[in-house]
């Protein structure tokens, strides 16, 4: 079968709707299983996010008409909402606690939702806008990625910004 970057992006979000639904199984008690599961999320999301926001929406921004536009603004201020709110707040939280149960939970319904509207509006859009040649180059390219220093330093960062916001916003509680 021909590569697609359009394929290999939804069967990431699949594969992180499983990680969270092993999440949402553990209880208070599973700390070490939850904190393995978090660190498991965010080595898949984060590779995913980044590289949609340094390569693939701005490619789709290029080609989109107006509704692609917006379809586009919509998914990058998801994807600021997650980075800035949504994952601090996790990091804030012990995770042998109900508050990291509650605020994965919203984590994993956030990423589920975001994840959607991708697959229906914008890799919809994306399939008519790339020809197949061009989504197996893309498709190629992301892989090389991953496996790139300039990957695994950009999503250590993002991990080491994640712990930071998410001391400043327990603190911010006390
Ligand atoms: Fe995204
Ligand atoms: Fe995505």
Redesign the pocket.
């Known amino acids: 079968m021909a590569r697609d970057i359009l394929k290999t992006l939804k069967a990431e979000h699949d594969a992180l709707r499983d990680l969270f639904a092993e999440l949402e199984e553990t209880t208070d008690r599973g700390v070490k299983k939850r904190a393995s599961l978090l660190e498991d999320i965010e080595n898949a999301l984060l590779p995913?996010?980044k590289w949609?926001e340094k390569v693939f929406?701005p490619a789709f921004k290029e080609r989109a008409d107006r509704d692609g536009l917006k379809t586009h603004a919509e998914?990058l201020a998801?994807?600021h909402a997650v980075e800035n709110s949504v994952i601090p707040e996790v990091h804030a939280a012990d995770p042998g606690t109900p508050e990291f149960a509650g605020r994965t939970k919203v984590f994993g319904e956030f990423i589920d939702h975001?994840?959607k509207e991708?697959e229906k509006t914008m890799f919809r859009m994306a399939r008519e806008m790339f020809s197949p040649e061009e989504r197996a180059r893309l498709d190629e390219e992301y892989e090389a990625w991953k496996q790139s220093d300039a990957a695994s330093a950009l999503v250590a960062a993002e991990k080491t910004k994640a712990n930071v916001k998410g001391t400043v916003k327990s603190m911010a509680r006390h």
């Open positions: 995913h996010a949609e929406y998914a998801e994807h975001h994840a991708e």
